[in-house]
């Protein structure tokens, strides 16, 4: 049981707040000045805030606002699609790049620090797709989400993959987040803080490849 392992590993969860907290406040006094220079670059290129806040459901199912930077253009409708592919033509021309180097996400950092987030956990999902979890896949909410994780680096080339389909929201709804969530169970079972260390390491290297 899920449940239990964490009972087990009360003293990593505490550490690993500890880790989150000092990791994320020196993140951000180090990228403060990337951080400027990317919301400028973001202003002139396209009309609309810099930062773009969505709900996303956390620890214990309880909704939180994430924050990511602003990488396509502000959409009145509010049918469209909340999934992306590549060539999406919402996608700005510097949010392409933003997303391609994963920068859209520096902002989350604000989140690791006010405890909605982890450095390394679940990725976060909108309530529209959590509806189709089942019980079990639910268990994910047992651990603060993350920025990265399993799942993050597995289908770093999401939007690619989604490129090639039919029905991106199918595809996605019914294959990726069923896949993900599975990578969500494997992280939480096996989940330390050499474990994080290891999926640090690995997103970096994901990125810079």
Do not use: H, W
């Not at 899920?2 to 969860?13: G, N």
């Not at 604000?110 to 189709?132: C, H, Q, T």
């Not at 079990?136 to 047992?142: A, H, Q, T, W």
Request: charged share 30%.
């Amino acid at each position: 049981m899920l449940e239990e392992k964490l009972k087990e590993k009360k003293r990593y969860l505490i550490v690993k707040r500890f880790f989150d907290i000092v990791l994320s406040a020196i993140g951000l006094l180090i990228l403060l000045i990337p951080l400027i220079i990317i919301a400028i670059i973001i202003k002139l290129d396209s009309e609309g805030p810099v930062i773009f806040k969505q709900v996303r459901i956390g620890k214990g199912e309880v909704p939180f606002n994430i924050y990511k930077f602003r990488t396509m253009v502000v959409c009145q409708d509010k049918n469209s699609s909340l999934v992306t592919r590549t060539k999406d033509k919402r996608i700005t021309k510097v949010g392409a790049f933003l997303r391609k180097a994963k920068l859209d996400e520096f902002p989350q950092l604000f989140n690791v620090l006010l405890g909605d987030m982890s450095i390394v956990g679940p990725r976060p999902e909108v309530s529209k797709y959590v509806a189709y979890y089942t019980k079990e896949e639910k268990k994910v909410f047992l651990v603060r989400p993350g920025i990265t994780d399993l799942a993050s680096i597995e289908y770093r080339n999401e939007q690619d993959i989604l490129e090639n389909s039919n029905d991106p929201e199918k595809t996605y709804i019914e294959e990726i987040m069923k896949e993900k969530l599975k990578l969500n169970q494997k992280y939480i079972e096996n989940m330390s803080f050499l474990f994080d260390l290891k999926l640090i390491f690995k997103t970096f290297a994901a990125i810079l490849n």
